[in-house]
């Protein structure tokens, strides 16, 4: 019974309707946090200090200090604060119901075992995430806010090299949680691996005879299956 009530409890949190919500909601943040920078770059010719030459590039130009530290601090708050305690929150609760709560569809010791050692996995690979995401974007938010509040304090050329080596590591963050995930959940790796590994089956029309006719799709679902294990294996 409470196997049938958590599967229709999550057909409809993860219903169609609800996930376009969703992705609507994502994209109008993206949109209206982005959209100040329409307004504010102007085209400007600057000098490049490592390679000594002159070219034109796109500048921020806001009408005010007010509003310029604004917007740092609105980024602040909207783009690293509030992600990164939703993202603590959640993933706390998970991590809960992964360990103190009873897991749905295990039963017996040796399915026991065989969870805890998943279960294990799963909050680790859920504390990397964090993490990343804290170490990437923080050293960038300190430093513009610090820029905007106070000023670096440093020569105009490092500080333009140390603002792009923030903005690096803070982009860096775009693909670091696959990565954390093909290392750290086994069964993404077998599959992907087996993926590597699969050769489609080509049958030339000289071959073809009553028992080898068929489709194209028959043929690679037959040479290119992939490994299916019970469901209490999956994170």
């Given at each position: 019974m409470t196997t049938f009530m958590f599967i229709l409890q999550v057909k409809y949190l993860l219903s169609k309707t609800r996930a376009g919500i969703i992705l609507a909601l994502v994209w109008v943040v993206s949109v209206g946090v982005a959209t100040p920078m329409l307004f504010v770059h102007k085209a400007e010719e600057i000098h490049d200090f490592l390679y000594e030459q002159r070219f034109v590039t796109c500048q921020e130009k806001w009408w005010g200090q007010t509003q310029q530290t604004s917007y740092t601090i609105f980024n602040l708050v909207v783009l690293f604060i509030i992600p990164l305690l939703t993202m603590t929150s959640l993933y706390i609760r998970i991590a809960h119901r992964l360990w103190v709560q009873q897991?749905?569809?295990v039963t017996g010791n040796?399915?026991?075992g065989n969870s805890v050692r998943r279960?294990?996995?799963a909050v680790k690979m859920l504390v990397v995430v964090v993490l990343l995401f804290a170490v990437c974007w923080l050293p960038y938010h300190t430093v513009t806010v610090r820029n905007e509040l106070t000023g670096l304090r440093l020569e105009e050329?490092?500080?333009?090299?140390?603002i792009a080596i923030v903005q690096l590591i803070a982009f860096s963050n775009s693909f670091n949680n696959p990565v954390v995930y093909a290392i750290l959940n086994e069964n993404f790796k077998k599959n992907f691996?087996?993926?590597l590994r699969c050769r489609v089956n080509r049958v030339s029309p000289q071959q073809v005879t009553p028992n080898t006719l068929q489709t194209p799709l028959e043929q690679s679902t037959r040479s290119c299956r992939l490994p299916?294990?019970?469901?209490?294996?999956?994170?």
């Open positions: 897991p749905v569809g040796f399915a026991h279960k294990r996995q050329k490092s500080a333009k090299l140390l691996m087996t993926m299916a294990g019970p469901p209490n294996q999956q994170i």
